[in-house]
């Protein structure tokens, strides 16, 4: 299995806190992606990195900031967490840029409740 | 933007049942693939396809990338148990991954 641990697991918040989610591999691997996953919309791309320091938004990136300043690690950031944002994100790692392959590992999922 | 149909919803089978299922699209794709994602779990890569007509086994399962390339479909044969969770299709075109709404499977014994 590939080596991806999210944290926080779970987390519930207020409407208009920031809120956090840490994505870490040990598998050095350079493509880092996040998504989001809601009933009846299957998994949705929110943004992605190709390298320390390289990121680019997905198709649902608005409300939503990455940042990766380790290979092994890449962070995403609800500056003002709204209840739209509730879900489960999942991050995901590929070794080639899987939007051209579509081959990813993903890791655990970290579920985010805003009331 | 582009959708992926995936059918059924949902099914309820009984161990030892084959299962069939299916992803269509408006859209061309170059690259097929099927997830399967366990409860609690993040989706598993399970078989990817990348040329029209291809037909790829994996124990059990067996996918094909549709002659147009704009359809795919997954058997698994003799249902077991474990087979349990949500299988996801996705298809690749043009830097973009779009994943279907997946086939929740339940399997009775």
Redesign the interface.
């Known amino acids: 299995d590939a080596g991806?641990t999210q944290s926080p697991r779970h987390k519930v918040t207020e409407t208009g806190t920031p809120v956090t989610l840490r994505c870490h591999q040990t598998e050095n691997h350079r493509y880092m992606y996040w998504y989001r996953q809601d009933p009846?919309?299957?998994?949705?791309?929110i943004h992605y990195s190709y390298g320390v320091k390289d990121t680019d938004k997905g198709?649902v990136s608005d409300g939503y900031s990455v940042s990766r300043s380790k290979t092994e690690d890449f962070l995403l950031t609800l500056e003002s967490a709204t209840s739209s944002q509730t879900s489960v994100y999942?991050c995901?790692i590929s070794e080639s840029y899987?939007?051209?392959?579509?081959?990813?590992?993903?890791?655990?999922?970290s579920r985010l409740t805003v009331l | 933007?582009q959708q992926?149909n995936?059918s059924p919803q949902s099914m309820f089978i009984q161990e030892g049942e084959d299962v069939s299922m299916n992803c269509t699209s408006s859209s061309i794709f170059n690259?097929w693939?099927w997830y399967k994602q366990d409860p609690?779990?993040?989706?598993?890569?399970l078989i990817?396809l990348y040329k029209a007509g291809e037909l790829t086994s994996n124990g059990r399962l067996t996918a094909q990338f549709g002659i147009t390339r704009k359809d795919s479909f997954l058997n698994i044969s003799a249902s077991i148990p474990s087979d349990v969770g949500i299988y996801?299709c996705?298809?690749?075109m043009s830097?973009?991954?779009i994943?279907?709404?997946?086939t929740r499977l339940q399997v009775f014994p």
Do not use: C, M, W, Y
Not at chain 2, 99 to 102: A, K, N, Q, S, V
């Open positions: 991806i009846g919309h299957g998994l949705r791309l198709e999942f995901a899987s939007l051209n392959t579509g081959e990813l590992f993903f890791g655990e999922g | 933007g992926l995936q690259t693939l609690g779990e993040g989706p598993v890569l990817a996801f996705a298809g690749q830097d973009k991954l994943f279907g709404t997946g």
